[in-house]
């Protein structure tokens, strides 16, 4: 009771702005969360807001746009502003965001470097195409989907062949040959994809050979051997699936892969659309933890912190074949676009995001898997850096999927003022991808907040 009082003495002398809503979930002892946990302290209030209601979007949505368009939560935020690592709602209200956009905003929502960068060159020019010099023109594309499209394609003329290898629960995209790549049924129609073929999932979690990643890449040996006429395009991959649920490849996969490739004449593509700019903190790019050196790298998401950018990096010898015939795209190298770009690598070095990434998801990551040890629904912790995710089952020797539990969870944790994705082919994953300015305090706060939700299920 002592303590009980104790704390209500704090939240009352904690600012409105400061705390939690009071329709959160009870806490187990019969506090209510918002009493137990203070949102970390932030100088900032968004302007009013006087744009339509949640209610009324959600009803033109319905009438105007897509049927495919969902939502993570049952009633659907309308989120009216962005700093940092915050969101705020159309009533003021603020959220801490350890989802960034779906891994997208690399530096913060709204940095005023980057929309500084952005406003200057809107100011001066804003589209030329790349058919006109102008200094901040660089070929780029307009998303991750499109890198990959681009990257297959520079693969498969290069070679000669057409061919193309994938890892099964991997996502690159959801156009004709991206799609293709992509290995979850969730994200593919009946329609023809050709010249893809999935290899066995180097899955440390669920898979056959735990993580032996050697084990694994035979798969990709038969593939050759048994479905292809002995050459193959290129082989793609994610270093860390991030629509697949936070699924680092079992180590000592990529290289044994990379040789084999390499001995059948093909090309290595490293998609780094999620795990790429910094996030991992150890290294830029994901591929680099393995020890390997792709031969083409995608990137897009937190390439412009929001800003639709994506690139394709490869050699001079590899992207000559370009030349054969014409190829164009019309906003790729938007000089716009591509000083957000740069922006975010200065930002990134100026404010040691990486570095912070490193430092700040170790410690989420060391704190995630102490509360492992409280909660049984947690049956996994795993990624690294600021690209973590948290595995729910309802049975730890059957690795069940809790799949209409993690719903309930993310609805709590979001009345609670934290927001957080999902993932994974079965959708039992929470995807943590915040802002690389994401702090220990708002680790901290989120911990606490997922650790009351879990209570709760």
């Given at each position: 009771?002592?303590?009980?009082?104790?704390?209500?003495?704090?939240?009352?002398?904690?600012?409105?702005?400061?705390?939690?809503?009071?329709?959160?979930?009870?806490?187990?002892?019969?506090?209510?969360?918002?009493?137990?946990?203070?949102m970390?302290?932030?100088?900032?209030?968004?302007?009013?807001?006087?744009?339509?209601?949640?209610?009324?979007?959600?009803?033109?949505?319905?009438?105007?746009?897509?049927?495919?368009?969902?939502?993570?939560?049952?009633?659907?935020?309308?989120?009216?502003?962005?700093?940092?690592?915050?969101l705020?709602?159309?009533?003021?209200?603020?959220?801490?965001?350890?989802?960034?956009?779906?891994?997208?905003?690399?530096?913060?929502?709204?940095?005023?470097?980057?929309?500084?960068?952005?406003?200057?060159?809107?100011?001066?020019?804003?589209?030329?195409?790349?058919?006109?010099?102008?200094?901040?023109?660089?070929?780029?594309?307009?998303?991750?989907?499109?890198?990959?499209?681009?990257?297959?394609?520079?693969?498969?003329?290069?070679?000669?062949?057409?061919?193309?290898?994938?890892?099964?629960?991997?996502?690159?995209?959801?156009?004709?040959?991206?799609m293709?790549?992509?290995?979850?049924?969730?994200?593919?129609?009946?329609?023809?994809?050709?010249?893809?073929?999935?290899?066995?999932?180097?899955?440390?979690?669920?898979?056959?050979?735990?993580?032996?990643?050697?084990?694994?890449?035979?798969?990709?040996?038969?593939?050759?051997?048994?479905?292809?006429s002995?050459?193959?395009?290129?082989?793609?991959?994610?270093?860390?699936?991030?629509?697949?649920?936070?699924?680092?490849?079992?180590?000592?996969?990529?290289?044994?892969?990379?040789?084999?490739?390499?001995?059948?004449?093909?090309?290595?593509?490293?998609?780094?659309?999620?795990?790429?700019?910094?996030?991992?903190?150890?290294?830029?790019?994901?591929?680099?933890?393995?020890?390997?050196?792709?031969?083409?790298?995608?990137?897009?998401?937190?390439?412009?912190?929001?800003?639709?950018?994506?690139?394709?990096?490869?050699?001079?010898?590899?992207?000559?074949?370009?030349?054969q015939?014409?190829y164009?795209?019309?906003?790729?190298?938007?000089?716009?676009?591509?000083?957000?770009?740069?922006?975010?690598?200065?930002?990134?070095?100026?404010?040691?995001?990486?570095?912070?990434?490193?430092?700040?998801g170790?410690?989420?990551?060391?704190?995630?898997?102490?509360?492992?040890?409280?909660?049984?629904?947690?049956?996994?912790?795993?990624?690294?850096?600021?690209?973590?995710?948290?595995?729910?089952?309802?049975?730890?020797?059957?690795?069940?999927?809790?799949?209409?539990?993690?719903?309930?969870?993310?609805?709590?944790?979001?009345?609670?003022?934290v927001?957080?994705?999902?993932?994974?082919?079965?959708?039992n994953?929470?995807?943590?991808?915040?802002?690389?300015?994401?702090?220990?305090?708002?680790?901290?706060?989120?911990?606490?907040?997922?650790?009351?939700?879990?209570?709760k299920?």
């Amino acid at each position: 009771m002592q303590r009980v009082l104790v704390l209500r003495r704090l939240y009352s002398s904690v600012p409105p702005s400061r705390r939690l809503s009071q329709s959160a979930a009870v806490a187990a002892d019969g506090i209510d969360a918002a009493v137990l946990h203070i949102m970390p302290p932030f100088d900032y209030t968004p302007p009013p807001y006087h744009g339509p209601r949640a209610a009324e979007i959600v009803r033109k949505r319905s009438e105007f746009l897509s049927p495919s368009i969902s939502y993570l939560y049952k009633n659907p935020l309308n989120i009216v502003d962005g700093k940092m690592q915050y969101l705020f709602d159309e009533d003021g209200r603020r959220y801490l965001d350890a989802f960034g956009g779906i891994a997208t905003v690399s530096c913060g929502h709204c940095h005023p470097d980057i929309v500084e960068a952005i406003i200057n060159q809107t100011k001066r020019l804003q589209h030329p195409t790349v058919l006109y010099l102008n200094h901040a023109v660089v070929f780029f594309t307009n998303s991750g989907t499109e890198a990959n499209e681009l990257a297959m394609m520079i693969a498969r003329v290069y070679t000669g062949c057409h061919d193309i290898i994938s890892v099964r629960n991997a996502y690159h995209g959801n156009a004709a040959g991206s799609m293709g790549a992509t290995a979850q049924s969730n994200w593919k129609f009946n329609v023809i994809q050709t010249g893809m073929h999935h290899a066995l999932n180097p899955d440390q979690y669920r898979g056959i050979f735990g993580s032996d990643g050697e084990k694994y890449a035979k798969d990709v040996e038969e593939i050759i051997d048994f479905g292809t006429s002995g050459r193959v395009a290129g082989f793609i991959s994610e270093a860390i699936q991030g629509v697949g649920g936070i699924m680092e490849l079992a180590p000592g996969y990529l290289p044994a892969v990379y040789r084999t490739i390499k001995k059948v004449g093909g090309l290595f593509i490293a998609d780094e659309v999620q795990a790429g700019f910094a996030r991992t903190g150890s290294h830029f790019w994901g591929f680099e933890a393995h020890g390997v050196v792709p031969d083409i790298v995608t990137s897009a998401k937190g390439t412009g912190n929001g800003i639709p950018i994506g690139a394709v990096v490869t050699t001079p010898e590899i992207a000559q074949v370009l030349t054969q015939r014409s190829y164009f795209n019309t906003f790729g190298g938007n000089p716009v676009c591509t000083a957000a770009g740069h922006a975010v690598l200065k930002v990134i070095e100026k404010e040691k995001l990486q570095e912070n990434a490193l430092v700040v998801g170790s410690y989420l990551k060391d704190q995630l898997k102490a509360l492992q040890d409280k909660h049984d629904i947690i049956g996994d912790v795993r990624g690294r850096g600021l690209m973590l995710g948290v595995e729910l089952v309802t049975d730890r020797q059957q690795k069940t999927p809790a799949k209409t539990e993690i719903l309930h969870a993310m609805d709590m944790m979001k009345d609670m003022g934290v927001l957080v994705g999902k993932g994974g082919f079965y959708g039992n994953v929470f995807r943590i991808t915040p802002p690389l300015c994401f702090s220990k305090e708002d680790a901290d706060f989120f911990v606490d907040v997922m650790d009351i939700a879990l209570s709760k299920i």
